[in-house]
């Protein structure tokens, strides 16, 4: 579902790479921790998924899609397919819930029918469909991050991403946003999230993996706490698919 392989990426003027020949492979429906400090190569890691980044070296393959054979006229079109979740939560304003949701699903080319029978459900299942009517900045943080969510799932994508989704939320609002992701997670949506909060990683003890200085320094693949000190890393188990990545071509 996510393949990376081998993946290097440096930015000019940096000493060291953002990323140093990372390998990882995330199974369809497995739900991700992405942990490190700042700086480790969390943020960049998802900038290749997304392809705001390209890599110096090494394949990048999403959802059967090689990243490799995606034109940039196509990039728009590759991102609808995914989900993604920011920690600001980037909202449109002057539109209503019910519009943030719709908006996406305009922009993807659904129907007006289409929509009205979707905005709704999606909705519900973030516990917001009372709340339709009312614009962003009546709702309160976690409310916001729920609007964020239901536009990035309303297109049902096989993969969601959500890059720091609880760094402005309180304890319990936080508690509910992952308790939603899991959720969804297990509607059969492959997560991926990255976080510093160590409680909900500890909490959910799903796979985690752990980055440091551009490299994975552990890969928790169950039960895994969060443990930035790659001296535990006993469990570490990069995934280097080799042949797997032979003539697995596709262009959107």
């Known amino acids: 579902m996510i393949l990376l392989d081998s993946v290097t990426k440096k930015y000019p003027g940096d000493d060291e790479p953002a ?38 070296s090494g394949k990048i393959i999403i959802g059967g899609i090689d990243l490799d054979y995606v034109k940039k006229r196509d990039i728009p079109g590759y991102r609808r397919r995914l989900g993604v979740v920011f920690q600001d939560f980037k909202l449109l304003p ?9 908006f996406a699903l305009e922009i993807a080319g659904m129907s007006g029918k289409e929509i009205r029978k979707t905005v709704p459900k999606v909705l519900e299942l973030v516990d917001l469909l009372d709340q339709a009517k009312k ?15 239901a536009r990035s799932v309303a297109r049902q994508p096989k993969i969601l991403i959500a890059d720091e989704p609880t760094a402005n939320l309180d304890k319990l609002t936080t508690e509910e946003i992952i308790g939603l992701l899991k959720k969804i997670n297990d509607f059969g949506t492959t997560i991926l999230v990255t976080t510093h909060n160590e409680n909900i990683v500890n909490t959910l003890k799903k796979r ?3 980055l440091k200085d551009g490299k994975i320094v552990n890969d928790q693949k169950n039960h895994g706490i969060y443990e930035l000190n790659e001296a535990v890393a006993s469990e570490h188990r ?9 003539n697995k071509k596709k262009v959107i």
């Open 94 to 102: 002057r539109r209503t819930v019910y519009e943030n949701v719709a």
């Open 19 to 56: 990323l140093d020949s990372v390998s990882l492979h995330i199974e369809p429906n497995e739900f991700v921790f992405l942990v490190g400090k700042s700086g480790a190569g969390k943020s960049t890691l998802m900038k290749m998924i997304t392809k705001e980044e390209i890599p110096d």
């Open 135 to 149: 614009f962003p900045d009546q709702l309160s943080g976690g409310q916001q991050q729920r609007v964020s969510i």
């Open 238 to 246: 990069v995934q280097t698919p080799g042949h797997a990545l032979k």
């Open 208 to 210: 985690v993996v752990t």
